[in-house]
């Protein structure tokens, strides 16, 4: 099992970046494939970006390709997300999540554990 925590999230303005950072108990951490999601207002939970256990593997949804980067650091226990170019659409709850698999999923049931969320607010 591992315990997740979300942070760097806040108020940034359009154009901006933000990089968050997701923080995982344990020290099996190497074996979990992680994924960050994000849920807006009146809206479904969407993938964002999944890394595969390595690090090596990296998926990122239409939304957030070319303006974010997903990494992992496996000695810190500790997976981010970089945000640039940020538009008020991407104004949501970002959530941090993990599975203890090889294959990157990319839908929210292919996570097993999931953090508490952060907020992430987009000014225009």
């Known amino acids: 099992q591992v315990q997740l925590v979300e942070s760097g999230g806040g108020l940034v303005q359009a154009g901006g970046s933000l990089t968050l950072s997701c923080a995982a108990s344990?020290?099996?951490?190497?074996?979990?494939?992680m994924g960050w999601f994000r849920q807006g207002p009146g809206k479904e939970r969407e993938f964002v970006a999944g890394i595969s256990r390595s690090g090596v593997t990296k998926y990122y949804a239409g939304s957030a390709k070319g303006r974010s980067t997903i990494s992992r650091d496996n000695a810190k226990n500790t997976v981010g997300l970089q945000m640039n170019s940020l538009k008020p659409e991407d104004t949501a709850v970002y959530y941090c999540a993990a599975k203890s698999e090889s294959v990157v999923p990319t839908t929210s049931s292919g996570y097993a554990y999931w953090g508490q969320g952060i907020q992430v607010t987009v000014s225009s």
């Open positions: 344990g020290r099996t951490f190497s074996t979990y494939t």
